[in-house]
C-alpha cells in the first residue's frame, strides 16, 4: 500500500481527471496562438528565477502546475504562431504531439525489431517514405534523430568510415562558407582536426563555386591530404541558397568524394510544386540531412539522416552485446543498428501520424505556399529604395540590409530589427552575411500566410522610414 499523497499509480478518475486537463490546457493555448504575441520577454527574469526550486518531497496539484507552465510558455519566442519568420521556424503540427502522447503513455521500445516488430516496421516505413520523397533508391536506409545537428554527425561518421580508414587524421572535408555550424562541429566530434576542415568561397547567390572545390582537392592531394567528402548545402541558413549540386556531383564523382546534403532546412520543399527541378541532383548523393521539424513543420525534436547505400549506415553504427541476444534478429537492422543510440522514445510515430493523417498533399500545398509567399515578399521589400536584397529568394528566406553607407547601415540594422519585433505581429532575426550586418524573413510555418508576411512588409517600411527619415 502506498503511503505517498500522489502515488505514481493514480486512481483511474485521477487519470481521466489530468488527462482532459492537459488536453483542455492545450487546446486553449491553441485556440488563442493567433492573437498572441510574436514574442514576450517582459518580466520574465523574476518568472525564471521562480522556477529554481528545489525538488518537492511532497507531489502538488497538476492544475497550479499547467498554471505555472502557462505563464512559463507565454513568456518567450513564439515559434509556434504564425508570426514566427526567424532563424529556421515550424510551427508543430498537432498531429506529432497527439502521436508523442500515445507514444510516451503507451511507452513500447521500438530500438530493436524484435520487441515490437510492427511498432518498429511503421518507423522503418516512414523513414522509407522521406527517402521515397528525396528520390533515393530501395536501398536507402536511414534514422530519425532529435535534429540536423546530430544527422549530420552520424553522416560524417559514415562517410569517415566508408572512405577512411582507422588513421584518418589526413582526411579533408569540403563545403561552402555559407554552410551551418552543425557540419564544423560534427567533423570535430567525429575526431577531425581542425586542417581537415575546408571552407571554401561562394559565388553572388552565396552558393560553393565548383572550381574552388576542384582546386582545393587537388591542392590537397599535392600536400598528402586525403580529400573524402563535400557537404553540399540544400538551403542555407543564412539565405536559403542552394548549391549548384549537378556540379559538385560531378567533381565528387571524379575524385571519389562521398556527398552529404545538408538539406536540413531546404530538401522537403522537393514536394512542393517545380520541387523536383528546384533542387535537381538532392536524389543522388550518397547522404543527407533533413529536418521533419523545419520543413515538415513538425514540433522540435525531430531531424532525418537518409543514406543511399543502408548498409554503410550499419557499417558505421553497428554493435553487439550479449544482453540483447534475445531480441536481436538475424540478417535484420534494427535503428539502434543504424545509429548511435539504443534506448529511445518510439520518434517515428511523430512522422508517420501527420503523414498519414494528412496525406503528402497537405504538406506540398503549405511548401508551396511558404516559396510564394518569400518571393512576394522579396518583390514588396525590393521595390523599397531604402532596402538593399542579398539576393532573390532561391527557398523561402529573404534576407536584406538597410542601403546607405556600411557603418551606417550596420549601426541601424539592429535597431530597425528591434522596433520591428517591438510590434510583436512578426519577429524577425539577423546574421551577418560576409561580414555585414543583414536581417532575414524566413516563412516556413505552416500558420504563417499572407496576413502576416505582408505586416513584416509593411512594419520594416514603416520602421525603415522612421529610421531614415
Ligand atoms: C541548414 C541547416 N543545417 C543544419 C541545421 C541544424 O539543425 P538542428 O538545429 O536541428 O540541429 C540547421 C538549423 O537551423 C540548418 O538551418
Not at 192 to 213: G, K
Not at 215 to 242: C, K, M, Q, W, Y
Not at 438 to 450: E, W
Amino acid at each position: 500500500m502506498s503511503r505517498a499523497a500522489r502515488p505514481l499509480e493514480p486512481e483511474p478518475q485521477e487519470l481521466e481527471a489530468q488527462t482532459r486537463a492537459v488536453a483542455e490546457f492545450v487546446l486553449e493555448h491553441l485556440r488563442s496562438l493567433d492573437r498572441q504575441p510574436s514574442f514576450d520577454l517582459d518580466g520574465v527574469e523574476a518568472l525564471r528565477a521562480s522556477f529554481r526550486e528545489a525538488v518537492p518531497e511532497e507531489g502538488r496539484p497538476l492544475d497550479g502546475l499547467l498554471e505555472r507552465l502557462e505563464a512559463a510558455i507565454v513568456k518567450s519566442y513564439n515559434t509556434a504562431g504564425p508570426g514566427y519568420l526567424a532563424y529556421i521556424p515550424g510551427g508543430g503540427v498537432y498531429a506529432s504531439a497527439l502521436a508523442d502522447f500515445v507514444a510516451t503513455a503507451t511507452n513500447r521500445y521500438v530500438g530493436v525489431a524484435g520487441a515490437a516488430p510492427a511498432l518498429a516496421q511503421i518507423e522503418e516505413t516512414a523513414i522509407g517514405w522521406l527517402a521515397r520523397l528525396m528520390g533515393l533508391p530501395p536501398g536507402a536506409r536511414g534514422i530519425l534523430t532529435s535534429g540536423g545537428s546530430l544527422s549530420t554527425f552520424s553522416a560524417l561518421v559514415t562517410a569517415r568510415e566508408e572512405c577512411l580508414d582507422e588513421d584518418f587524421q589526413d582526411g579533408s572535408i569540403y563545403f561552402s562558407e555559407e554552410t551551418h555550424h552543425c557540419v564544423s562541429k560534427a567533423a570535430r566530434l567525429a575526431g577531425f582536426p581542425r586542417a581537415s576542415l575546408r571552407a571554401l568561397p561562394t559565388d553572388a547567390r552565396f552558393r560553393l563555386v565548383p572550381e574552388a572545390l576542384d582546386e582545393a582537392i587537388r591542392e590537397d592531394r599535392s600536400r598528402g591530404r586525403r580529400p573524402f567528402l563535400v557537404v553540399a548545402n540544400v538551403g542555407t541558413t543564412n539565405t536559403g541558397a542552394v548549391d549548384p549540386l549537378a556540379d559538385v556531383l560531378g567533381i565528387a564523382r571524379e575524385n571519389g568524394l562521398w556527398v552529404h546534403a545538408d538539406a536540413a532546412y531546404g530538401g522537403f520543399f522537393r514536394l512542393a510544386p517545380g520541387g523536383e527541378a528546384l533542387l535537381r541532383g538532392i536524389e543522388e548523393c550518397d547522404s543527407m540531412t533533413l529536418d521533419p521539424h523545419k520543413g515538415l513543420f513538425l514540433p522540435y525534436g525531430l531531424g532525418a539522416l537518409l543514406v543511399r547505400d543502408g548498409a554503410a549506415l550499419a557499417r558505421a553504427h553497428r554493435g553487439t552485446a550479449s544482453y540483447v541476444q534475445d531480441v536481436a534478429e538475424e540478417g535484420s537492422l534494427g535503428s539502434a543498428d543504424l545509429s548511435p543510440e539504443l534506448s529511445r522514445d518510439f520518434r517515428g510515430l511523430r512522422l508517420w501520424l501527420p503523414l498519414m493523417l494528412h496525406g503528402v498533399s497537405a504538406f506540398r500545398e503549405q511548401l508551396g505556399e511558404k516559396l510564394a509567399l518569400a518571393r512576394w515578399a522579396y518583390e514588396m521589400l525590393r521595390d523599397e529604395p531604402r532596402f538593399e536584397m542579398l539576393d532573390e529568394p532561391q527557398l523561402s528566406v529573404v534576407a536584406f540590409r538597410l542601403r546607405g553607407p556600411e557603418a551606417e547601415a550596420d549601426r541601424l540594422g539592429p535597431e530597425l530589427l528591434r522596433r520591428v519585433n517591438e510590434r510583436r505581429r512578426v519577429f524577425l532575426s539577423s546574421t551577418r552575411i560576409r561580414g555585414r550586418y543583414a536581417l532575414r524573413i524566413c516563412v516556413l510555418s505552416f500558420r504563417t500566410h499572407a496576413d502576416r508576411v505582408r505586416d513584416a512588409v509593411l512594419a520594416l517600411k514603416e520602421e525603415a522610414g522612421a529610421l531614415l527619415g
